[in-house]
């Protein structure tokens, strides 16, 4: 069973920044494509960043420019930088990773990020 660990959410003031990590454990990191996801209180799971193995990755229109994706398959590990953080930003983010061919999708346990006005 595959397991995903978020680590680096926190309370930030508006513009700071913060950097997430999600380890995963396993053999099946470097086949995946990934993804990183935030949920707000009373709002729906959207995407933020998206990413494939292919190396393409796709940001929400809302924090392009702002976010960062970026994969190490050595450490089994993604990451998110964020930069000049928004109130509107805190959300609990969480981390994906799949392959629609092979048939697995595993998702993180979560980690809130709150920023403050």
């Known amino acids: 069973q595959v397991q995903l660990v978020e680590s680096g959410g926190g309370l930030v003031q508006a513009g700071g920044s913060l950097r997430l990590s999600c380890a995963a454990s396993?053999?099946?990191?470097?086949?995946?494509?990934m993804g990183w996801y935030r949920q707000a209180p009373a709002k729906q799971r959207e995407l933020v960043a998206a990413?494939?193995?292919?190396?393409?990755?796709n940001y929400a229109g809302s924090v392009k420019g702002r976010f960062t994706f970026s994969r190490d398959n050595a450490k089994n590990t993604m990451y998110l930088q964020m930069n000049s953080l928004k109130p509107e930003d805190t959300a609990v983010y969480y981390c994906?990773?799949?392959?629609?061919?092979?048939?697995?999708?595993?998702w993180g346990r979560g980690t809130q990020v709150t920023v403050s006005a």
């Open positions: 994906n990773i799949r392959n629609t061919v092979w048939g697995w999708d595993y």
């Open positions: 396993g053999n099946i990191f470097d086949a995946s494509d």
């Open positions: 990413n494939t193995r292919g190396g393409s990755t």
